[in-house]
């Protein structure tokens, strides 16, 4: 389905993207009509061009990442930047460098835009301060995600053709999720309820200033949302036990086949990888014609080469 959204009457200003607070519909609706014309040109059979040519994108993962790695790096050759792709492991870091230094450097190296993916919240938003090239936040600690809550929201919106008056449940671990954040920001800035879902100890204080819902049960929502993002249980950010077991998790706030029939009946269901099957989705589901997942990895690469783009765009008009 196509987009539904009014025409930009302004150009893309921001030169850095670390979250999506304060993003305003009409920047989101840009990003997503660009992301559009990307994908439909290569349905058409034009998948590269050259808007990026010589244009170096530096890729900076201080965290272990497949997906958002990936998908940055082909968004970046997609439009013809040159990529320099950075891991902590076997860098200077481990002789003493600091963040900041590392960041530097590979700035002095001729870098116009820097993404980073950092386990401190507020890494991305530090650079800014120091850094002359954009910089593109691609998951800071447990703060934003902005990019994986773009292809969520452009996945459903797709779909939909608005997200006007949709109810979307975030279920799981929103404690520790960077996406569920960034999802809130732009759903409700889109015109969507939204309802967090999952045991009281891993729903945030206070989240309902953000202006969601709150639910323990998952049962109890299941006939009202129109779309379901399940959550990874982020076991590498707990320190503690959240809940009694894997099994009880699963047993509570699991996506499976039973609770697909009791959902409504064009239901999509989502879920930012990696997935944890047989906890938060069984296979059934995640394979099944309400799933949303491989959609959401394509559009992925889409959202990446429009914010890429637009970033790019704003630095060369402010030159």
Not at 145 to 168: C, K, N, Y
């Amino acid at each position: 389905m196509e987009v539904a959204s009014a025409p930009s009457t302004k150009p893309w200003t921001r030169k850095h993207l670390v979250g999506l607070r304060g993003v305003s519909a009409e920047e989101l609706q840009t990003i997503f009509r660009r992301a559009a014309e990307y994908k439909e040109r290569a349905r058409n059979g034009e998948p590269k061009s050259s808007e990026l040519a010589g244009v170096v994108v530096a890729n900076l993962f201080f965290e272990n990442s497949t997906r958002t790695r990936t998908s940055f790096s082909l968004a970046a050759r997609r439009l013809s930047a040159d990529v320099v792709d950075f891991s902590a492991s076997g860098s200077s870091l481990s002789k003493g460098e600091t963040f900041i230094d590392t960041a530097l450097t590979i700035q002095a190296m001729g870098a116009d835009q820097m993404v980073v993916r950092h386990s401190s919240s507020g890494a991305p938003q530090f650079l800014t301060r120091h850094l002359n090239c954009s910089v593109l936040n691609a998951g800071d600690g447990t703060h934003e995600h902005p990019t994986q809550g773009l292809l969520d929201v452009f996945t459903i919106q797709e779909r939909r053709g608005s997200l006007q008056g949709a109810t979307v449940a975030l279920v799981g671990d929103i404690l520790h999720s960077r996406v569920a954040r960034s999802n809130i920001w732009a759903l409700k800035t889109l015109g969507a309820r939204v309802i967090v879902c999952g045991p009281a100890t891993l729903i945030p204080p206070h989240v309902t200033e953000l202006g969601v819902e709150v639910s323990h049960s998952l049962d109890a929502i299941l006939g009202e949302v129109d779309c379901l993002n399940l959550l990874r249980v982020q076991f590498e950010r707990q320190r503690g036990a959240f809940f009694p077991s894997i099994a009880e998790y699963a047993h509570l706030y699991g996506m499976n086949g039973s609770r697909l029939l009791s959902a409504r009946r064009d239901v999509l269901i989502l879920a930012p990888g990696p997935i944890n099957r047989g906890v938060e989705i069984t296979p059934d589901v995640a394979d099944g014609s309400h799933s949303m997942i491989l959609d959401q990895v394509s559009n992925g690469l889409y959202i990446r080469m429009a914010c890429l783009a637009l970033l790019q765009e704003a630095r060369r008009g402010s030159v």
